[in-house]
């Protein structure tokens, strides 16, 4: 089965950190690029990290560079989330993604989400 499983969400004070595992099964990770996203209430679902496959270059929103950062094992079939400094505004529901290209098209497979609440 193809799944994606994220873990490591929870609640956490202003200036915490939280890092977020998203484990693949099913498939290998290795030539995908490995994104994770966000959505708040009444907010569109946004872009908050990219790592690419094989050779692992990043890019990361601009309202998270300098207190996020995203990695990936491949030999773990995970990628990881490390969030610090966390501020209210990354309340969210964080999701998983992997994408590649095919012969067919572009593959792409989502988690389920783990919710991440900053509050005091």
């Known amino acids: 089965q193809t799944q994606l499983v994220e873990s490591g969400g929870g609640l956490v004070q202003p200036g915490g950190s939280l890092r977020l595992s998203c484990e693949a099964s099913?498939?290998?990770?290795?030539?995908?690029?490995m994104m994770w996203y966000r959505q708040a209430p009444g907010k569109e679902r946004e872009l908050v990290a990219r790592?690419?496959?094989?050779?692992?270059?990043?890019t990361l929103a601009d309202s998270v560079k300098g207190r996020f950062t995203i990695t990936r094992e491949d030999a773990k079939n995970t990628v990881y989330l490390q969030m610090n400094s966390l501020k209210p505004e990354d309340t969210a529901v964080y999701y998983c993604?992997?994408?590649?290209?095919?012969?067919?098209?572009?593959?792409?497979?989502w988690g389920q989400g783990s919710q991440v609440t900053v509050s005091s």
């Open positions: 993604n992997a994408q590649a290209r095919a012969a067919t098209g572009v593959v792409n497979y």
């Open positions: 099913g498939f290998s990770i290795r030539y995908y690029a």
């Open positions: 790592i690419a496959a094989e050779g692992g270059s990043t």
